[in-house]
């Protein structure tokens, strides 16, 4: 069984909401929900913590070195 929720948001968010439904041929109804979806998935969580661990400045560089383009 489905339950129901009410938010307010303002009228230029709701306009933003609404294209972007549109143009992802959806209902913000379920735009919304799939976004609060992704947001408590525990392994989206655990992706995010491990770029932030990466993303340091001996990591990058490491990444640049092995991984970025070389100059010609």
Do not use: C, P
Not at 24 to 33: K, P, W
């Amino acid at each position: 069984m489905s339950k129901h929720i009410t938010i307010r948001v303002d009228e230029e968010f709701h306009a933003r909401l609404a294209a972007r439904a549109a143009a992802e041929g959806t209902t913000i109804t379920a735009l919304v929900t799939e976004v609060a979806k992704r947001e408590l998935d525990a392994d989206r969580q655990r992706s995010l913590d491990a770029a932030a661990e990466f993303n340091t400045e001996e990591n990058w560089a490491y990444f640049q070195e092995r991984f970025g383009r070389k100059s010609a």
